[in-house]
């Protein structure tokens, strides 16, 4: 079992960037794939980004395709999500996932365990 924490979340303007942080408990982060996940109030959780357990293959929704960036470091066993050039449509809560097994997959439902959420704001 792995525990998951989220930080870096905050308010920021449009614009301006964040990178958040997903730190993960237990000896076994590398046998994860690890994504990023955000709901926006009113709406349903969505897919923001995945890496595979070595960081070869990774995968981003088309929203945030060329302004997110995900990264992990195994030794820390943290994730990272670096957010530029964000817009108020980026403002959402933050989960941090992680899933046993291979597939960068975008499918919520495939992710074991999952972080309490950082809040990011994005003001116009």
């Known amino acids: 079992q792995v525990q998951l924490v989220e930080s870096g979340g905050g308010l920021v303007q449009a614009g301006g960037s964040l990178r958040l942080s997903c730190a993960a408990s237990?000896?076994?982060?590398?046998?994860?794939?690890m994504g990023w996940f955000r709901q926006a109030p009113g709406k349903e959780r969505e897919f923001v980004s995945a890496i595979s357990w070595n960081g070869d293959s990774t995968n981003y929704a088309d929203s945030v395709k060329g302004r997110f960036t995900i990264s992990r470091d195994n030794v820390k066993n943290t994730q990272y999500l670096q957010m530029n050039s964000l817009e108020p449509q980026d403002t959402a809560v933050y989960y941090c996932a992680a899933k046993v097994g291979l597939g960068v997959l975008r499918n919520a439902l495939s992710y074991d365990y999952w972080g309490q959420g950082t809040q990011v704001t994005v003001s116009s």
């Open positions: 237990g000896r076994t982060f590398s046998r994860y794939t």
